[in-house]
């Protein structure tokens, strides 16, 4: 199945879907009924801004309701379209179906350019926009649950819950009709990290298998790898940030909008971020390092391990056979064409997929929305038993020591991280941790234990689809 034109991004999630079937043996019809996007809605709104009515595009596709709510994110950029929103929302079924979150897939997007519009004015377009969608049950905390993606975070979230709660005013689980809001407003701590978070697990969990890591002719663990990173936005920057300062990778770049900066040595993620932030996202002025003006061409540079994490498309068919990483992780959606992908694979690069490596961000919504639900933050009720039982425990040793003599004492580090009951964020980690290391090995299981099938991104689709097809057969479809 190769190709020499570049299909779609949806055609190109189509054609990896398929690859995956092609090796399946699911009933008549169900493959299709599968893969084909059930609606996508699109809404032209005007709001009045700065003098005149101005008229925005926006969309929300929902993929799958094999499961419901249908879930996904609302992306603000001037290159959302059906297409892509469609692409985007068919990901997010197999994403959640992957990492065992009860699921639908759906996404959003509206045509903008963020960036050109101030604070308030943002909340009268995002207000606007989340009206249209609620007044069709598009945001509902029982069918279509949204969430942060390229140009949204928590501040959109939040608005986005707020005009709910207004619609809804006798909604118990109003909160719960978006995930990624931040803690004071209903959201979890843990969820801005997520997606970059669990890009660190997922590589953790990688090279926890020195023959896995082998197929891309790498040994050891994280420490010391050279690690390039395209987008140092929400995922990008996390990821760039743990991997460094926790594993001890070493970024030698970073490309983003106006070029890359590059620096063997190292680069200091919190610095470079700190800077860009003072500097309207742009790093070209950055004091250290080298500064690359052709940010694309840097994905070819020598390093260990490539996350492309800002947006789709970035390794096609004319810069894929020079792309020189062994390993990639895909921590953005998509970065990867259908016809990249084949090209990367014939060169031995081993793939990390979207669907598995930038599912931290579901994960953790799952629990917010959870959290929600159960209208209590989670270690709420256990913390301080948990914490009496391990001091019983403790001071239990510390006195049979001393009763026989031995002079054995706990040293004060132990002890303060073994008597601490776990709180929300260590729960959601640990909740995190166990969903990447879970949905790593459902992969591998395939990807190693048959003989057809070759790659992680093929496995990703078997597992997932084979979860999806369950559902609809003991749906009774
Ligand atoms: P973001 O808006 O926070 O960051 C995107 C970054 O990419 C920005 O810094 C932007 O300047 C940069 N960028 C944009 N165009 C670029 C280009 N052409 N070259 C280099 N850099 C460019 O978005 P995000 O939330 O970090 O999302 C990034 C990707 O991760 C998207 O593909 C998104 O779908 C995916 N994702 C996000 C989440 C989440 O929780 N936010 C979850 C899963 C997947």
């Given at each position: 199945?190769?190709?020499t034109?570049?299909?779609?991004?949806?055609?190109?999630?189509?054609?990896?879907?398929?690859?995956a079937?092609?090796?399946?043996?699911?009933?008549?019809?169900?493959?299709?009924?599968?893969r084909?996007?059930?609606?996508?809605?699109?809404?032209?709104?005007?709001?009045?801004?700065?003098?005149?009515?101005?008229?925005?595009?926006?969309?929300?596709?929902?993929?799958?309701?094999?499961?419901?709510?249908?879930?996904?994110?609302?992306?603000?950029?001037?290159?959302?379209?059906q297409?892509?929103?469609?692409?985007?929302?068919?990901?997010?079924?197999?994403k959640?179906?992957?990492?065992?979150?009860?699921?639908?897939?759906?996404?959003?997007?509206?045509?903008?350019?963020?960036r050109?519009?101030?604070?308030?004015?943002?909340?009268?377009i995002?207000?606007?926009?989340?009206?249209?969608?609620?007044?069709?049950?598009?945001?509902?905390?029982?069918?279509?649950?949204?969430?942060?993606?390229?140009?949204?975070?928590?501040?959109?979230?939040?608005?986005?819950?707020?005009?709910?709660?207004?619609?809804?005013?006798?909604?118990?689980?109003a909160?719960?009709?978006?995930?990624?809001?931040?803690p004071?407003?209903?959201?979890?701590?843990?969820?801005?990290?997520?997606?970059?978070?669990?890009?660190?697990?997922?590589?953790?969990?990688?090279?926890?298998?020195?023959?896995?890591?082998?197929?891309?002719?790498?040994?050891?663990?994280?420490?010391?790898?050279?690690?390039?990173?395209?987008?140092?936005?929400?995922?990008?920057?996390?990821?760039?940030?743990?991997?460094?300062?926790?594993?001890?990778?070493?970024?030698?770049?970073?490309?983003?909008?106006?070029?890359?900066?590059?620096?063997?040595?190292?680069?200091?993620?919190?610095?470079?971020?700190?800077?860009?932030?003072?500097?309207?996202?742009?790093?070209?002025?950055?004091?250290?390092?080298?500064?690359?003006?052709?940010?694309?061409?840097?994905?070819?540079?020598?390093?260990?391990?490539?996350?492309?994490?800002?947006?789709?498309?970035?390794?096609?068919?004319?810069?894929?056979?020079?792309?020189?990483?062994?390993?990639?992780?895909?921590?953005a959606?998509?970065?990867?064409?259908?016809?990249?992908?084949?090209?990367?694979?014939h060169?031995?690069?081993?793939?990390?997929?979207?669907?598995?490596?930038?599912?931290?961000?579901?994960?953790?919504?799952?629990?917010?929305?959870?959290?929600?639900?159960?209208?209590i933050?989670?270690?709420?009720?256990?913390?301080?038993?948990?914490e009496?039982?391990?001091?019983?425990?403790?001071?239990?040793?510390?006195?049979?020591?001393?009763?026989?003599?031995l002079?054995?004492?706990l040293?004060p580090?132990?002890?303060?991280?073994?008597?601490?009951?776990?709180?929300?964020?260590?729960?959601?980690?640990s909740?995190?941790?166990?969903?990447?290391?879970?949905?790593?090995?459902?992969?591998?299981?395939?990807w190693?234990?048959?003989?057809?099938?070759?790659?992680?991104?093929?496995?990703?689709?078997?597992?997932?689809?084979?979860?999806?097809?369950?559902?609809?057969?003991s749906?009774?479809?």
């Amino acid at each position: 199945m190769s190709v020499t034109a570049e299909p779609s991004f949806r055609d190109s999630v189509d054609l990896m879907f398929k690859r995956a079937t092609a090796l399946m043996d699911l009933g008549p019809g169900l493959e299709e009924k599968i893969r084909v996007c059930n609606s996508t809605y699109t809404v032209r709104f005007g709001v009045r801004l700065r003098g005149k009515i101005e008229t925005f595009t926006g969309y929300r596709s929902v993929h799958s309701e094999h499961m419901e709510p249908v879930k996904g994110g609302i992306r603000y950029s001037l290159g959302v379209n059906q297409d892509e929103v469609e692409a985007l929302a068919a990901l997010m079924t197999y994403k959640c179906a992957l990492v065992e979150a009860p699921f639908g897939g759906s996404k959003g997007g509206l045509c903008i350019d963020p960036r050109k519009w101030d604070e308030h004015e943002l909340e009268q377009i995002t207000r606007r926009f989340a009206y249209e969608l609620i007044k069709r049950d598009l945001i509902h905390p029982a069918q279509n649950v949204p969430a942060p993606d390229m140009g949204t975070g928590e501040r959109e979230m939040a608005w986005i819950a707020d005009q709910y709660a207004r619609m809804n005013t006798t909604d118990i689980n109003a909160k719960a009709c978006v995930t990624g809001k931040p803690p004071h407003a209903g959201g979890i701590q843990g969820r801005v990290e997520a997606t970059g978070r669990g890009v660190q697990y997922a590589l953790r969990e990688f090279f926890r298998h020195p023959e896995d890591a082998a197929k891309a002719g790498l040994t050891g663990d994280l420490s010391g790898k050279r690690v390039i990173v395209q987008g140092l936005g929400n995922v990008g920057y996390h990821a760039a940030k743990f991997l460094s300062l926790e594993d001890g990778a070493s970024i030698t770049a970073v490309i983003e909008r106006d070029g890359a900066i590059v620096d063997d040595a190292g680069i200091d993620i919190e610095d470079l971020r700190a800077w860009m932030n003072g500097h309207a996202g742009a790093l070209a002025d950055y004091p250290r390092g080298l500064h690359v003006k052709d940010g694309a061409a840097v994905l070819e540079s020598d390093c260990d391990i490539l996350i492309p994490a800002a947006l789709e498309g970035v390794i096609h068919l004319g810069n894929a056979a020079r792309i020189r990483a062994p390993l990639i992780v895909e921590a953005a959606n998509g970065p990867i064409t259908f016809g990249a992908d084949e090209i990367l694979r014939h060169k031995g690069c081993i793939i990390i997929p979207d669907m598995y490596a930038n599912a931290g961000g579901v994960t953790v919504s799952y629990f917010e929305w959870v959290k929600n639900l159960s209208h209590i933050r989670f270690g709420r009720m256990q913390r301080r038993a948990e914490e009496s039982r391990h001091i019983a425990l403790v001071t239990e040793l510390e006195r049979l020591s001393s009763d026989k003599g031995l002079g054995w004492t706990l040293s004060p580090d132990f002890k303060d991280k073994y008597l601490r009951g776990a709180g929300e964020l260590e729960l959601v980690r640990s909740g995190l941790d166990d969903t990447m290391r879970a949905a790593y090995q459902s992969m591998r299981q395939i990807w190693h234990g048959r003989a057809d099938v070759h790659d992680l991104r093929v496995a990703a689709y078997i597992v997932a689809i084979d979860r999806v097809a369950k559902t609809y057969v003991s749906k009774g479809l």
